[in-house]
């Protein structure tokens, strides 16, 4: 990995570490939420533990079993998908705040045992080959400018034959340069059109089985954000003081609709060739 690389994932981790407490807007978890459709009434915690729910069975996890988890964030999926699995779980994430933050979250939910948080960089996974029934990129890939880098690797920590769940943000209208500089300056590394993903994850040694698009189900995550935000301003602003509680308000309020407006959900399910 040359250096800039090993910059920009510092960089990225420590958008993570600044985000700290701010991730309650979304119950913990770092992702979209899911709906059925317009009318589906579903709040917004529920619809983003649903997306978990939804990503996580495509995993086909049965108890005992281990996974991977790139790009943990605070642990809340790991933790859901814990629950609702057995499966034994290795989280790992470049955010220091995040590995304290979510060992804490793993130990209050009974799950010491079970559940694992490691720091550590995707791009160069500190794992032996085939460690894992099964690995997981839960919304983490849009970090990496080269996401065949990072599948290349949870290809390789998979045991043949186990599941690869990849999600992706796609481009479906082309973004303006201004906007490319709004989501780099978000971490956010350029949207690829949905095609070029999945090509990108079979040129990386993945043998796809499912690709599911779900940017419509996703879309109203970006207003609910917002919602929420405003209802949770005072405890935020006591938590990390309002400077930071704008700022992200702004940054957010730069990126969101750039997302709502041009970019998709893709759901990608694979195995590694046995
Ligand atoms: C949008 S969050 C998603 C977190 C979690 N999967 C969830 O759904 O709540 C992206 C995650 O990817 C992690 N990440 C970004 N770049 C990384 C890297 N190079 N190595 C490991 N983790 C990385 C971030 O720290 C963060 O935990």
Redesign the pocket.
Known sequence: MSASDTSR?DE??EV?DQMAEL?EV?G????VGFWLGDDDPTPFLEAINR??DVVGEKLGLRPGQTLL??????G??AIRLGQRTDAVITG????TW?VTEATRRVKAAGLKAQVRIEF????ALPYPDAAFDAV?????L???EDSAV?IREMVRVVRPGGRVVLTEFTEEEPLTEEELEIARAG?MERPRPADEVVAVARDSGLEIDEVVSCGDNIRRSYPEYFKRLERLRPHLVTALGEDKVDQQRDAMGRLLPIYRDKIGYLIITGHRPD
């Open positions: 994932t990225i981790g993570y991730i979304l913990g978890n770092i992702h997306t978990t988890d790139v790009g943990c964030g605070a809340v999926p790992i994430t470049n955010s995040q550590g960089d995707a791009a997981l990129a839960f919304q983490s849009q970090h990496v990072w971490g």
